[in-house]
């Protein structure tokens, strides 16, 4: 099936084809009928030829006949006859030809002499054969009929006479030309061509016109002379001819077809492109719909198009509606329906050139987690909602949005020198007061993050939160964005991209201090420290880059490092006569991670003594179950799990209960003064209680004086270490330490109790 | 067939002491039907002029009756007067244009009677100038020996004498010279019979039919 890319041309080859084939059928009737009218016309004017020729030449010669019949029965002929009077029977005969009209004329006596003979030659033989058949036979009658001479065609008879037995016969004939069949042809008007053939072998039928070949033939038997043969008159006529005037007919035909062919693919040619423009004009518009242009079409008729047309515009206004809606829900922020970051942003780029350089302030609202843990969260955002409705309405704030939960944004359109702070306090007090939301009134503060720069040329939202976030560090509730200040930030996040590096490199390295039994005054362990000493930075502390590590995730890899290198060094220590316990510091983050509980389970498998797991930041444990099953799993595996930094950070009591350690370590804030505090002392007194009663050993840390060791022996507490009794050092010098005498502690006192 | 039937005629006749005999002619047609109505003379040789005695009398009367000649055919001894006699109502014209008679009894009547001598041997074709279909033949002899055969084709010519002679057979419608057939024929003491057969045209009157 041929595809068309056009209505038109498909609409005007089906029709235009329909059309063709309508004609070539209406022609091919049209010329079968009249074909056939013609036949039918010609067989008939053929037919009357034929009886035309019947008429003129048989009738008359019959009729002569007759004549000559009667004269033959004269009784002064017959008297001539059969006297054998010669001159008179000649006489007769010559009367009778010219008084009859025979071409010729004879007598034959029923011996078969011709006795006289008048006017033309007939073939006398072939009618001698012709009176012998009819002696024969005993006919008497008169015969007529065609008589066949060779070439040559007569009409010829036999009349008997009688006198009154046979005594011969009267014959008598003409020779029939073509000029005769053509005179035939002059009365009808018709020019066919006619012959008389002989009977035999002719398959024509008789009497009916049919058509052979391009002829009309009609063939008509006529008498015979002799019974025993017969002969038929054929007419031709062209069939040609007969259809000459159906050719006006057929040329009127013709032109008609071409002419109507030609308007019917005209008016099927503009009747669809009448059709297919406006399907064309659809089709554009949807591709501007597509392109997410508005489009519409002109409804011009009323018609199937026209009602598609209408409706197409209806869907286009209707698509534009949604995507505005759409465009304005993505500027909105859900909760609140303030408008949102990208809102702002759009607003920001999109200001003129005048307000190149713009203020803008990040506004986070205090304890809004837990507030909103209070409120819930549908009136929190109400709370939110009417906290910005309040910020848009402080004269001189430009644009507001949502930033995040609990942080909004303001351009502010103002001087920077003293102006700005004077706004800054107009918005905090506009927005610091009591909120009363569905009936629950809500005390707010807030902090600020103020930042000031091109919008083209810096992210001045950013450089904003980023002031909030040095709000916060600073423990201060505003701050005006500090380039310096968000360097450090940039720097640690290069410092964390170089850590892993440093460890291969071997800039990571690990640092031992000992710790020591209070009571006996030796050492029993070391606790493994790592530092780091970066060729270019120079030393880098663990308070800088551990915290890092566990925001970043490195710290897993940090610890499994610190893991094979303290278990060399415990090695090391072994081998040297010091079965110490080798501590190491695991972050509270790193438990409940499967693969480094794995990776440090195989590991302890290779330690040569026993291993103590510190665990810091206990609080941070993701999964507090999880985390206190993998924590059993390292004491089930032989592995002393220690509370570290107890007492500083969030530790609980609950978590005492819960974590089956074997060790708690108070933190070196408590101990640094336990000399001088009482209050430290009392409370590392009572912890060092509370840690035995649960079944732990106590270890302190941070022991810098004789005094302070003395002091915790006598409050009972197991273990110690700080500067006082060994700094963190690398293996040799701490080989070096364990040599020398400690003497502080090697005769315990008796601490006060 | 009909030479070898006379010469076997011939030899029974030279054993046959002199005294009257008769022939049996049988005439058939080529369907070996007999053909009744023919002429059948017999002229013993050197016997011209024998008076024609002790035969009864052929009618010598040829009838007109619903418009045919009756008889068909009539033996007619020599100088024997014919009478034509009209049993119609119509008129007739009876005429011959045969050579040994030509005569034209013109529009007689009812009743009426013309009467023609025929002093010649030969035949006498009769014909009505007023009604072609009309034709009477008349066989004019000059030997007592004659007769028309039978339905069944046969005629017994009786009281002949021993000897040769001319036998002729006479049909109109035989097919031959003059219509009939001539054979020499020795008559013996006893009675012979001859059979021929002959071809025949077809004519009004059927031949074997009647």
């Given at each position: 099936?041929?595809?068309?890319k056009?209505?038109?041309t498909?609409?005007?080859?089906t029709f235009a084809?329909?059309f063709a ?8 009737t049209?010329?079968?009928v009249v074909t056939e009218r013609?036949?039918?016309?010609v ?28 004269a033959g029965?004269d009784f002064?002929?017959l ?7 010669d001159p008179?029977?000649q ?8 008084r009859?009209g025979?071409?010729?004329?004879a007598f034959i006596?029923?011996d078969?002499?011709?006795?006289g003979q008048?006017?033309?030659?007939i073939?006398?033989?072939?009618l001698l054969?012709?009176v012998e058949?009819?002696?024969s036979?005993a006919i008497t009658d ?5 008589l066949?001479?060779?070439e040559?065609v007569?009409?010829?008879?036999v009349?008997p006479v009688?006198a009154?037995h ?7 004939g ?14 009808i008007s018709?020019?066919f061509t006619g012959?008389i053939?002989?009977?035999e072998?002719?398959m024509?039928p008789?009497?009916?016109?049919i058509?052979d070949?391009?002829l009309i033939?009609f063939?008509q ?7 025993d043969?017969?002969?038929v008159?054929?007419?031709t006529?062209p069939?040609s001819?007969?259809?000459a005037p159906y ?5 009127i035909l013709l032109?008609?077809m071409?002419?109507?062919g030609g308007?019917v693919?005209?008016?099927s040619w503009?009747l669809a492109?009448?059709?297919a423009k ?8 949807a591709?501007?719909?597509k ?11 009323q018609?199937e198009?026209?009602?598609?047309a ?11 509606k949604?995507e ?11 909760e ?6 990208r ?9 003129p050139p005048?307000?190149a350089h713009?203020?803008?302030l990040?506004?986070?609202l205090?304890?809004?987690a837990?507030i909103r843990?209070i ?5 929190s955002?109400a709370?939110?909602t009417?906290?910005?409705e309040?910020?848009?309405a402080?004269?001189?704030?430009a644009?507001i949005?949502?930033?995040s939960g ?6 502010v359109d103002c001087e ?6 004077t706004l ?7 927005l610091?007061?009591t909120y ?6 809500v ?7 103020i930042?000031?720069?091109d919008p083209?040329s810096s992210?001045v939202?950013v450089?904003a939160?980023?002031?909030?976030e040095q709000?916060?560090t600073q423990q ?5 964005f500090d380039p310096?200040?968000?360097?450090t930030?940039a720097?640690n996040?290069s ?7 440093a ?5 990571v390295?690990?640092v031992y ?6 009571r ?8 493994a420290?790592v530092r780091?000493?970066d ?8 308070d800088?880059?551990?915290?890092l590590?566990e925001e970043?995730?490195?710290v ?8 094979n290198?303290?278990l060399?060094?415990?090695q090391?220590l ?9 501590s ?9 991670n499967?693969?480094?509980?794995e990776?440090?389970l195989?590991?302890?498998q290779?330690?040569v003594?026993?291993l103590c797991?510190?665990i810091t930041e ?6 507090p179950?999880?985390?206190m099953?993998v924590?059993q799993?390292?004491v089930?595996a032989?592995i ?8 500083s ?9 819960k974590i089956?350690?074997?060790?708690l ?7 640094l003064?336990i000399?001088?505090?009482?209050r ?13 009663s649960l ?5 302190a840390e941070?022991?810098?004086t004789?005094?302070a060791?003395a002091?915790?022996?006598g409050?009972g507490?197991?273990v110690?270490?700080g ?6 050092m ?11 005498d400690?003497?502080?502690l ?6 006060a109790? | 067939m ?5 010469f076997?005629g011939l030899?029974l006749l030279l ?8 022939l ?5 047609n080529?369907k070996s039907?007999?053909?009744g109505e023919?002429v059948?003379?017999f002229?013993?040789?050197g016997?011209?002029?024998v008076?024609?005695t002790?035969k009864?009398a052929?009618?010598?009367t040829?009838?007109?009756r619903?418009l045919?000649?009756?008889p068909?055919i009539?033996v ?7 009478s034509?006699l009209?049993e119609d109502s119509?008129?007739h014209?009876v005429?011959s244009?045969?050579?040994i008679?030509?005569f034209?009894l013109?529009?007689?009547g009812?009743?009426e009677t ?6 010649e041997p030969?035949v006498v074709?009769v014909g009505c100038?007023i009604?072609d279909n ?9 030997t007592?020996?004659?007769?028309k055969?039978d339905a ?8 002949l004498?021993?000897?040769?002679g001319?036998?002729t057979?006479?049909?109109p419608?035989m097919k ?7 054979a ?6 006893d009675?012979q019979a001859l059979e ?5 045209r077809?004519g ?6 009647y």
């Open positions: 099936m041929f595809a068309f056009s209505i038109g498909k609409l005007g080859v084809g329909l084939a309508t004609m070539l059928l209406i022609s091919l049209v010329y079968q013609a036949k039918l016309t067989g008939e004017e053929l037919t009357a030829a034929g009886a035309v020729f019947s008429r003129l030449f048989v009738d008359n010669a019959r009729d002569k006949q007759m004549d000559i019949a009667i029965k002064g002929f008297s001539a006859l059969t006297s054998g009077d008179t029977i006489s007769v005969l010559d009367g009778l030809a010219s009859v025979v071409g010729a004329i006596d029923v078969g002499f011709v006795v008048s006017g033309a030659a073939p006398m033989d072939t054969a012709r058949a009819s002696e036979d008169n015969d007529l009929g065609i066949f001479d060779g040559a007569y009409l010829a008879g009349t009688r009154p046979l005594i011969g016969w009267i014959v008598f003409e020779v029939i030309t073509k000029a005769h069949l053509s005179d035939v042809s002059a009365l018709k020019e012959a053939v002989p009977g072998g002719n024509l008789r009497g009916q016109a058509q070949g391009q033939t063939a038997t006529v008498p015979s002379l002799f019974d043969q017969s002969s008159l054929v007419l006529y069939l001819k007969a259809l050719r006006v007919l057929a040329a032109i008609l071409a002419t109507g308007a693919s005209f008016i503009w492109r009448r059709l406006p399907i064309a004009d659809l089709s554009a518009a591709n501007d719909v392109a997410g242009r508005e489009a519409s079409v002109a409804v011009s008729s018609d198009l026209g009602t598609l209408g409706a197409f515009n209806d869907m286009s206004n209707e698509i534009a949604r505005q809606d759409l465009r304005q829900q993505a500027r909105t922020d859900k609140t329906d303030l408008p949102n970051r809102a702002f942003e759009e607003a920001l780029d999109s200001l005048a307000h713009v203020h803008v990040a506004i986070r205090e304890r809004f837990e843990n409120i819930g969260f549908d009136v955002a709370l939110i009417a906290v910005g309040n910020l848009r402080v004269p001189g704030v644009h949005a949502r930033l609990s942080i909004l944004c303001a351009r920077y020198g003293a102006a700005l702070p800054t306090h107009d918005i905090r007090s506009a610091e007061r009363t939301i569905e009936g629950i009134a005390d707010v503060q807030f902090s600020m993050g930042s000031s720069g083209a992210n939202l450089e939160m980023s002031a909030l709000a916060r201060t509730d505003q701050a005006v310096q200040s968000a360097q930030t720097d996040l410092l964390m991209g170089d850590l892993l590096q460890i291969d490199k071997g800039h390295f690990l201090q000992p710790k020591y039994d209070l006996e005054g030796r050492a029993i362990g070391v606790e420290l780091w000493k060729p270019a930075r120079g030393m880098v502390f663990p800088q880059f551990i915290p590590a970043t995730g490195r897993d890899a940090l610890t499994r490092y610190v893991l290198q303290a060399e060094a415990q090391a072994y081998a040297a006569g010091h079965p110490f316990i080798m190491i510091n695991v972050s509270g983050r790193l438990i409940g499967a693969d480094f509980t990776y440090a195989a590991a302890a290779r330690a003594g026993p797991f510190e206990t609080a941070v444990i993701a999964d179950e999880k985390g099953a924590m799993r390292f089930d032989g002393e799990v220690s509370i570290d930094d107890y007492g950070g969030l530790s609980s009591l609950a978590y005492l209960k089956p350690a074997t060790e370590k108070i933190d070196k804030e408590f101990v003064k000399d001088e505090s009482q430290d002392a009392l409370l590392v007194r009572s912890t060092v209680d509370l840690a035995h079944g732990m050993k106590v270890t941070g022991i810098e004789d005094t060791a002091i915790l022996a409050m507490c197991d110690g270490q500067y006082g009794l060994g700094r963190p690398e293996l040799a010098p701490l080989f070096e330490h364990l040599a020398a400690m003497p502080a090697s005769q315990p006192e008796t601490a109790s | 009909d030479k070898r039937a006379a076997i030899f054993a046959a002491p002199a005294q009257a005999s008769s049996t002619v049988t005439l058939l080529q039907a007999g053909v023919a059948v003379t002229t013993p040789a016997g011209e002029g008076p024609i002790g009864p052929d009618p010598l040829v009838n007109q619903d045919t000649f009756m068909f009539s007619v001894p020599r100088n024997t007067q014919v034509f009209n119509v008129l014209h005429f244009f045969s050579p008679k030509r034209s013109k529009l007689f009812t009743d013309q009467s023609v001598v025929f002093d030969g074709v100038n009604h009309m034709i009477a033949y008349l066989k004019v002899v000059d007592p020996f004659a007769g055969t069944d084709g046969s005629f017994t010519l009786e009281g004498p021993p000897g040769p001319q036998l057979v006479w049909h419608l031959g010279r003059g219509n009939q057939l001539t020499e024929v020795v008559i013996g003491p009675g021929f057969k002959k071809k025949f077809r009004a009157r059927p031949v074997g039919d």
